[in-house]
């Protein structure tokens, strides 16, 4: 495929994949030391999805795209990149986006996968933007994808309630009209202690960590709420933007209050906040496009509405886009 640069990028289409095993907080009550009234005071989370034995991140990932690109009305042949925001791909190597290039018969396109935790998406999301628009790509398929569930340790309830797993997907082609308006992103590994996935055993690190996610729970939510804040303001001053003209924010799901305080400094109603995290949990990388099909395909997000949506994670990692739907 022949590309060329374009001024700007649009999401076409959409679509996300949520494994068919649940588990409420009443079936998390018999495994972990907590209750259902804890976790819904503290994340707003009623339920999660797990993947079920045998299934993986890549098999996810998949699903979710082939929804995308049946919403976008694109086949394997039209798409030349694929990248895929994970922190639990199945294997070091090969990565997720390789495997999925196979799988969907997309040629010899770039595939690569990108390792921001929460972030994952916006950062693809970013990466693909900045791609199309020098021309090395037209069409390209950007996922979130993640299996958190095994590394889940249910003796750590603070951890261990947060999580689900699934995936979600969105096709962004080059255009000539505005679609993503601008993407910020941020790290800072001095915090890396704050949250922690240890998928492995660096030999700086304890045994004991070793295939945890472990997380400061006081210190995520202060640099959280700090940290969407302030890319927030820098996404709208570098677009000219006033809040009062953001028609709807599609925040990471985290958990609820996060939310809710994010929501509060944009003065923005309830009905103009996207939030999933009750039924979904938090899917790390993959909620943000998961929470955004979710409200397309209902009619919430509708074309030509502007559109905000942020991300924190561990790293720490942090980022933001704004979207002309």
Same mark, same amino acid.
């Given at each position: 495929?022949?590309?060329?640069?374009?001024?700007?990028?649009?999401?076409?289409?959409?679509?996300?994949?949520l494994p068919k095993n649940v588990m409420t907080n009443e079936d998390v009550e018999k495994v972990c030391d907590t209750t259902s009234q804890w976790i819904i005071e503290?994340?707003?989370? /009623?339920?999660?999805?797990?993947?079920?034995?045998?299934?993986?991140?890549?098999?996810?990932?998949?699903? &979710?795209?082939?929804?995308?690109?049946?919403?976008?009305?694109?086949?394997? *042949?039209?798409?030349?990149?694929?990248?895929?925001?994970?922190?639990?791909?199945?294997?070091?190597?090969?990565?997720?986006?390789?495997?999925? %290039?196979?799988?969907?018969?997309?040629?010899?396109?770039?595939?690569?996968?990108?390792?921001?935790?929460?972030? *994952?998406?916006?950062?693809?999301?970013?990466?693909?933007?900045?791609?199309?628009?020098? *021309?090395?790509?037209?069409?390209?398929?950007?996922?979130?994808? /993640?299996?958190?569930?095994?590394?889940?340790?249910?003796?750590?309830?603070?951890?261990?309630?947060?999580?689900?797993?699934?995936?979600?997907?969105?096709?962004?082609?080059?255009?000539?009209?505005?679609?993503?308006?601008?993407?910020?992103?941020?790290?800072?590994?001095?915090?890396?202690?704050?949250?922690?996935?240890?998928?492995?055993?660096?030999?700086?690190?304890?045994?004991?960590?070793?295939?945890?996610?472990?997380?400061?729970?006081?210190?995520?939510?202060?640099?959280?709420?700090?940290?969407?804040?302030?890319?927030?303001?820098?996404?709208?001053?570098?677009?000219?933007?006033?809040?009062?003209?953001?028609?709807?924010?599609?925040?990471? %799901? &985290?958990?609820?209050?996060?939310?809710?305080?994010? %929501?509060?400094?944009?003065?923005?109603?309830?009905? %103009?906040?996207?939030?999933?995290?009750?039924?979904? &949990?938090?899917?790390?990388?993959?909620?943000?496009p998961i929470a955004l099909d979710i409200a397309s395909r209902d009619g919430r997000v509708k074309p030509g509405q502007l559109v905000i949506s942020a991300a924190f994670g561990a790293g720490l990692t942090w980022g933001a886009l704004l979207l002309r739907f």
């Open positions: 495929m022949t590309s060329f640069a374009h001024p700007y990028t649009r999401i076409v289409g959409t679509g996300h994949y503290r994340t707003g989370i /009623e339920q999660r999805h797990f993947c079920e034995e045998g299934e993986s991140t890549a098999d996810m990932a998949e699903a &979710a795209a082939r929804n995308a690109m049946e919403s976008a009305g694109v086949e394997a *042949g039209d798409i030349d990149l694929i990248i895929v925001g994970t922190s639990s791909a199945d294997y070091g190597s090969p990565s997720v986006a390789s495997m999925l %290039q196979h799988r969907l018969g997309c040629n010899t396109i770039c595939a690569f996968d990108v390792s921001a935790a929460c972030t *994952g998406f916006i950062y693809s999301l970013g990466v693909a933007d900045s791609m199309i628009k020098a *021309g090395t790509a037209t069409t390209a398929l950007v996922i979130g994808a /993640e299996r958190i569930s095994q590394y889940l340790d249910w003796e750590e309830r603070n951890t261990a309630v947060i999580f689900g797993d699934g995936a979600g997907a969105a096709v962004v082609k080059g255009s000539d009209e505005p679609g993503i308006l601008s993407t910020h992103l941020h790290a800072d590994g001095s915090k890396k202690d704050s949250l922690f996935l240890n998928n492995g055993k660096p030999v700086y690190e304890p045994a004991e960590r070793a295939n945890k996610v472990t997380m400061d729970g006081q210190d995520v939510f202060k640099n959280a709420v700090k940290r969407f804040s302030e890319v927030i303001d820098q996404c709208l001053t570098a677009n000219n933007v006033a809040k009062e003209d953001i028609d709807w924010l599609v925040p990471h %799901q &985290a958990n609820i209050r996060i939310i809710q305080a994010v %929501q509060k400094k944009l003065a923005m109603k309830d009905d %103009q906040v996207v939030v999933t995290v009750n039924k979904t &949990a938090n899917n790390s990388a993959a909620t943000v």
